[in-house]
């Protein structure tokens, strides 16, 4: 594309992120610097709608942006330095609350996207599967009751109690312990899978009647339903695009569907910030919506995924200059 289309095309980009309004030629011509007549923006603006890359509304003289030029814009012409020095110091408190557990880190990087770009955020963890156990632990906490606790390099903690019909003696749990350790330290969740099962119960024949239960419950506990976070629903709601009942009710709808909520932040690829603008996702419901993802890592460990819902008219270089520099934060501090 030549220079000139290029910096037309940018500015009503721009120009129709801040407004919401359809972008005239005297709009632009000199807030943006463009040294040119108002006649020759006006038939480049033609041209560029030719190409596909600008809509016409047919109720006033000015252009939107298509999905076309949106991707021309997120791809070619998007800076993503456009962050604040007071949102710098924003982020940086929030970033310095003290946390406990992984998932609370998360809300925290959620909100604060959340905060300073007026767009939906939802989080969901890492996938258990991946996650390497760091340590197992089973402490007998009565005569037919123990407690296991698992731990992983993500930071995650589970613990769950398990309950037996016959008795457990303290050497059974000194045995279990030695032997989930044995199997499964520093080796991935998803090893707890039928041929661990079958080689403790080989090992262990006095303990039968213990292994089962011990790993039914444990895969109950680490393999439970995805939980997710939101924030901001209800600040995204009082955007322009949000007037119209349709997309505001198909907005409600998205967020209240978990299955659709997991495939959105499990798409894409695992390295990278992702965008797909409206037609570009493939779930039927999002058409509307533009859509960003990112992979949270903190020490190249996999903290889960935090997506960005908002409208197409979706202010891009806020939304990456803002995921960018969080990311870099939490890992120059850890």
Same mark, same amino acid.
């Given at each position: ?19 919401a ?7 632009? /011509?000199?807030k ?16 560029? #709608?030719?190409s596909?890359y ?5 109720? $006033?003289?000015g252009?939107?942006p ?23 110091k924003?982020?940086?408190e ?6 406990? #557990? ?17 767009y ?10 991946e996650?390497?156990?760091?340590d197992? @632990?089973?402490? *007998? *906490? ?7 606790v ?12 398990i309950?037996f019909?016959?008795?457990?003696? #303290?050497?059974? &749990?000194? +045995?279990i ?6 199997k *499964? ?5 998803? @090893? ?15 303990s ?5 239960p011990?790993?039914?419950q ?11 976070? *939101?924030?901001?629903a209800?600040? #995204? ?10 997309v505001? @009710?198909?907005f /409600? $709808?998205?967020?209240?569907t978990k ?8 798409t894409?690829f ?21 859509i &960003? +993802?990112? @992979?949270?890592? &903190? ?5 889960? +995924? ?7 008219? /979706?202010?891009? $270089?806020? &939304?990456?200059?803002? /995921?960018?520099y969080i ?6 501090d850890?």
């Amino acid at each position: 594309m030549e220079e000139r289309k290029r910096r037309i095309l940018q500015a009503i980009i721009e120009e129709y992120i801040s407004s919401a309004e359809p972008v005239s030629s005297n709009a632009i /011509m000199n807030k943006y610097g463009l040294n040119c007549s108002s006649a020759t923006i006006r038939n480049e603006m033609a041209d560029l #709608e030719k190409s596909g890359y600008l809509d016409k509304v047919h109720t $006033s003289s000015g252009r939107i942006p298509s999905a076309k030029g949106y991707r021309f814009y997120v791809d070619e012409l998007m800076q993503d330095d456009r962050i604040s020095v007071d949102e710098i110091k924003y982020i940086s408190e929030k970033l310095e609350t003290k946390v406990h #557990e992984i998932e609370d880190l998360t809300k925290i990087t959620a909100t604060t996207i959340s905060e300073i770009t007026h767009y939906t955020t939802v989080t969901i963890g890492p996938k258990a599967s991946e996650q390497i156990i760091t340590d197992i @632990k089973f402490v *007998l *906490l009565g005569s037919r009751m123990i407690l296991a606790v698992i731990m992983t390099d993500s930071g995650m903690v589970k613990e769950t109690i398990i309950k037996f019909d016959e008795d457990v003696t #303290e050497k059974q &749990v000194e +045995t279990i312990n030695y032997m989930f350790n044995n199997k *499964l330290k520093e080796q991935p969740i998803a @090893k707890i899978d039928k041929p661990l099962e079958e080689y403790l119960i080989n090992e262990m024949q006095d303990s039968v009647k213990v292994i089962k239960p011990i790993i039914q419950q444990i895969k109950k506990v680490l393999f439970e339903d995805e939980r997710y976070f *939101l924030e901001g629903a209800r600040r #995204e709601l009082e955007l322009p695009e949000f007037n119209s009942l349709e997309v505001a @009710k198909n907005f /409600m $709808s998205i967020i209240d569907t978990k299955e659709l909520i997991s495939d959105m932040l499990n798409t894409g690829f695992a390295e990278d910030i992702n965008i797909y603008i409206g037609e570009e996702n493939e779930k039927e419901e999002l058409k509307d919506f533009s859509i &960003v +993802t990112f @992979k949270h890592r &903190v020490d190249n460990k996999d903290m889960g +995924t935090i997506g960005i819902i908002g409208p197409k008219r /979706m202010d891009y $270089s806020k &939304v990456i200059s803002v /995921m960018k520099y969080i990311n870099k934060k939490l890992n120059e501090d850890k």
